[in-house]
């Protein structure tokens, strides 16, 4: 049986655009920290994920990977 993807839940998470840049990873992307201002999280109905709703509060941060070649954020959550 082939694995699927099943749509669970939905992040939106409202992100400072001042990031600090704290170096380049191996992959050639750049490194940067970047506080969490708010945001939201909801379960999709009728799945696993249904009920978990809550309101991201600010004042946590992630890493991000920036690939400025391809303009493309690759997030590392541990929010």
Do not use: C
């Amino acid at each position: 049986m082939d694995p699927k993807l099943t749509h669970v839940f939905t992040l939106r998470a409202h992100v400072s655009q001042d990031s600090v840049n704290v170096g380049t990873h191996p992959t050639g992307s750049q490194k940067q920290i970047t506080a969490l201002e708010g945001g939201s999280f909801y379960g999709v109905p009728n799945t696993r994920g249904e009920g978990m709703d809550a309101t991201l509060l600010p004042g946590g941060s992630d890493w991000v990977l920036f690939d400025p070649a391809t303009n493309v954020v690759q997030i590392d959550v541990r929010t």
